[in-house]
T-cell receptor
Framework: EAQVTQNPRYLITVTGKKLTVTCSQNMNHEYMSWYRQDPGLGLRQIYYSMNVEVTDKGDVPEGYKVSRKEKRNFPLILESPSPNQTSLYFC?????????????FGPGTRLTVL | AQSVTQLGSHVSVSEGALVLLRCNYSSSVPPYLFWYVQYPNQGLQLLLKYTSAATLVKGINGFEAEFKKSETSFHLTKPSAHMSDAAEYFCAVSDGTGRRALTFGSGTRLQVQP
């Protein structure tokens, strides 16, 4: 089954404790992206990757890191989480370079930073 | 720069009534437009997209949307609401460059009353 998976689905942590949210897709997609969803703000892009070893900032990159060492994986790293990073996070992937191709979304990771 | 405005954060309709969810966009280039649906505790799923081929776009689950350039609108409609349509709906725009992908609106939560 074609899908985007994320782990963990739920995470409660404390300020300053480094964490990684994994994202994997099995569709051989070049493009992958991370979004955060906050009430009343919709989804905002954090980082995206056009292909292996090619990443770039989205609209809200502060406090986040990403890497793309393999085509299927695109982990999101919070080196020193803060309470304002409490949010619902979505990973997405898209085949090809055309922005009107469908993006496929993972199920989401709900992160709480205390 | 591009942006999306969704009028009405909450919309309530009766089962069998017309569904109308409003979306206005701003884009400096001809846009690609999308509607996504998010069911509780799930990721986003593509309902339909406009890619300049036809101004009236039909999607899944009986939804459709009409692109009106003069009004910079892309409203989502469904003739007869069903209880299963209760979800959050997001309008999104892409500038077509392929890099930054989608800019989302703040979302509209649709409630369907029996």
């Amino acid at each position: 089954e074609a899908q985007v998976t994320q782990n963990p689905r739920y995470l409660i942590t404390v300020t300053g404790k480094k964490l990684t949210v994994t994202c994997s897709q099995n569709m051989n997609h070049e493009y992958m992206s991370w979004y955060r969803q906050d009430p009343g703000l919709g989804l905002r892009q954090i980082y995206y990757s056009m292909n292996v070893e090619v990443t770039d900032k989205g609209d809200v990159p502060e406090g986040y890191k990403v890497s793309r060492k393999e085509k299927r994986n695109f982990p999101l790293i919070l080196e020193s989480p803060s309470p304002n990073q409490t949010s619902l996070y979505f990973c997405a992937s898209r085949g090809g370079s055309l922005s009107y191709n469908e993006q496929f979304f993972g199920p989401g990771t709900r992160l709480t930073v205390l | 720069a591009q942006s999306v405005t969704q009028l009405g954060s909450h919309v309530s309709v009766s089962e069998g009534a017309l569904v109308l969810l409003r979306c206005n966009y701003s884009s400096s280039v001809p846009p690609y437009l999308f509607w996504y649906v998010q069911y509780p505790n799930q990721g986003l799923q593509l309902l339909l997209k406009y890619t300049s081929a036809a101004t009236l776009v039909k999607g899944i689950n009986g939804f459709e949307a009409e692109f009106k350039k003069s009004e910079t609108s892309f409203h989502l409609t469904k003739p007869s609401a069903h209880m299963s349509d209760a979800a959050e709906y997001f309008c999104a725009v892409s500038d077509g460059t392929g890099r930054r992908a989608l800019t989302f609106g703040s979302g509209t939560r649709l409630q369907v009353q029996p």
